[in-house]
């Protein structure tokens, strides 16, 4: 969806107020009445104040995000964006004062991407790059352009007005070198590609500075990229997985790109792929590696129709995987953090379940538990600290935190060394149809339980 129709440069204001009510009155005025339909204006500002007070939306970085669904909006969406470089005031909240844009969302109440949208807006305004050239813009048609680039589906090229960087005559031949190599070896891949009938190949492509230029090696062949970065310019007809490496390992975020290709549909149980890659930003490929899915993944991820619980969203799955991943690596407050993910059909799961704690998401409306939100991260995170589940339903919408997992007395089949977390997920992936992810607090490894079955999707951290 390109999303630059929904906004216009007359709605990217500097603002004058400070108070945080009256600089979202501000942003609400740049917007025509007829873009709105039928909706209040003054219930529009009710209900985003009111979720503001619920749940903040600063996403950090200077970035607050206010949003809201708007019964009667005569499009999907509709986007207002202001500087405000000395902050705003609500509630006296320290956060607010670090705000210096407020980015304004709408969207009507039957849109079904609402989530969606709402997540890869906040990922690619908390891209670095992105955000570091909103910040150094010194006018405000500087900073309309660079708003109205961030909304793009991939990075602008280079302009060429651009200063042209000098590379000193050693550092040519370096760059020479290197991109003879991958050359050398990207060829290489192709015929090994081949002989192995492989159907796809797998970049790493946060290992390249430029990986469009490795494109003309590969032909026609399926080529997925795996990458951190979730705004890239790629071919068109490339397929692409966004998942965050855990370490600087090669091939760090391989399982969990197979598992995601798995259940988007973009790799089968019965492919082969030939995985190219190197140290992350090495600008060098040093691997090839070809992984048959069918030996290198459990059977019981294979043999059955579906490898997701029934209901289940594959962008549900993904979001799990990345937000426990940020804790196997960045752990809570400078701790380890261990806990556990439950995936599948509410009632399914409720017979096995019991509060540990008063359920800290009861009440709160769907869309603001959803973990497809961006503005839940910090909140899972805070209660990842809690012993217990959290329990997640098929859509994405977190039903309970704190949850201890109760199941019959039987012989668990797990490796020496695990402990109860591992049992309780292991235990409750047998008796419902579900899936469950561990974050081991000692070791930061993530496995994941289906049907009884484990697959550890990262290594155990290095002491």
Not at 3 to 10: A, H, P, V
Not at 155 to 166: D, H, I, L, Q
Not at 258 to 278: A, E, H, M, N, Y
Not at 365 to 386: A, G, Q
Request: with cysteine.
């Amino acid at each position: 969806m390109k999303l630059q129709r929904f906004l216009s440069k007359t709605r990217i204001i500097d603002l004058t107020n400070l108070e945080f009510d009256k600089a979202l009155s501000e942003l609400l005025a740049t917007v025509p009445d007829s873009a709105l339909g039928s909706a209040s204006r003054k219930d529009i500002l009710s209900d985003l104040l009111e979720r503001e007070k619920a749940i903040s939306t600063y996403l950090g970085n200077g970035i607050c995000m206010p949003h809201t669904r708007v019964k009667g909006l005569k499009n999907n969406y509709v986007f207002a964006v202001g500087r405000c470089p000395n902050g705003v005031k609500l509630d006296s909240v320290e956060e607010y004062k670090k705000t210096r844009m407020l980015f304004l969302l709408l969207a009507d109440d039957k849109v079904d991407s609402y989530l969606n949208v709402l997540s890869s807006l906040a990922r690619a305004l908390s891209n670095e790059s992105t955000i570091s050239k909103i910040v150094n813009s010194t006018d405000i048609q500087g900073f309309r352009n660079e708003i109205l680039a961030a909304f793009e589906k991939n990075e602008t090229a280079p302009s060429k007005t651009s200063a042209v960087k000098k590379i000193s005559m050693p550092e040519r031949k370096r760059v020479a070198k290197e991109t003879k190599i991958n050359a050398l070896i990207a060829r290489s891949a192709l015929k090994i590609s081949k002989v192995a009938q492989c159907t796809a190949t797998l970049l790493q492509v946060d290992t390249f500075s430029d990986v469009n230029e490795l494109s003309k090696y590969f032909g026609d062949t399926k080529i997925v990229a795996m990458s951190e970065r979730s705004s890239l310019k790629l071919p068109d007809k490339w397929n692409f997985i966004n998942v965050r490496a855990f370490s600087s390992e090669r091939f760090s975020q391989l399982k969990s790109a197979i598992i995601i290709g798995l259940t988007r549909g973009i790799f089968s149980p019965k492919d082969k792929i030939c995985c190219v890659g190197g140290v992350r930003e090495s600008n060098q490929i040093d691997s090839i590696v070809v992984l048959d899915i069918g030996r290198e993944f459990s059977d019981i991820f294979l043999s059955q129709k579906n490898m997701l619980p029934e209901g289940v969203k594959p962008e549900v799955l993904e979001r799990v995987i990345d937000i426990a991943t940020e804790l196997s690596v960045e752990g809570r407050e400078g701790k380890p953090v261990g806990c556990i993910f439950v995936i599948g059909n509410i009632e399914n799961l409720k017979p096995h379940l019991k509060q540990l704690i008063l359920n800290p998401f009861y009440g709160y409306k769907p869309e603001d538990r959803n973990i497809l939100n961006p503005f839940m991260d910090e909140t899972v995170k805070e209660y990842s600290l809690i012993d217990g589940a959290f329990i997640i339903d098929g859509s994405g919408i977190l039903d309970a935190a704190g949850a201890l997992i109760h199941t019959p007395d039987f012989k668990l089949q797990l490796p020496g060394g695990l402990g109860a977390r591992h049992a309780a997920a292991y235990a409750i992936s047998l008796m419902a149809d579900c899936m469950s992810l561990v974050v081991s607090s000692s070791t930061g490894q993530i496995t994941l339980f289906r049907r009884g079955q484990m697959l550890p999707i990262t290594e155990k951290r290095k002491k």
